[in-house]
């Protein structure tokens, strides 16, 4: 049972880079560590929250633990925790997950 940060990596607001937090045990898990980390429960989106370069280091001191995001993503998943975008139009299972382009959260 772990809480897990990818590195920031993806763009997004304010020029800063991003980093997704989840918990390969349980949503609820992820909310009270989010809490701990000062995380806004409005960051939350699906089954992770997107959280900025500048608390990385921080989630990391109080526990999270830092995988690639490919680890992420398949730890999430064999948690059964993994809460894919829906698209409309798009009949999301008969898309193989292995499909390029398919892994970003």
């Known amino acids: ?35 701990l980390l000062g995380v ?17 280091e921080r989630a990391v001191a109080l526990g999270a633990e830092a995988v690639s995001s490919r680890e992420l993503v398949v730890r999430l998943t064999a948690a059964g925790l993994r809460r894919r975008k829906v698209r409309p139009g798009i009949d999301s299972s008969r898309i193989d997950p292995g499909t390029p382009g398919m892994a970003h959260l």
Do not use: K, Q
């Not at 809480?3 to 609820?28: C, E, K, M, Q, Y």
């Open 40 to 56: 806004p429960r409005r960051a939350f989106d699906r089954d992770h929250y997107d959280v900025p370069e500048t608390v990385y």
């Open 1 to 35: 049972m772990s809480v897990l940060i990818d590195p920031p990596n993806w763009p997004g607001p304010r020029g800063l880079l991003w980093s997704h937090l989840v918990s390969d045990s349980s949503t609820g898990e992820l909310h009270a560590f989010a809490e």
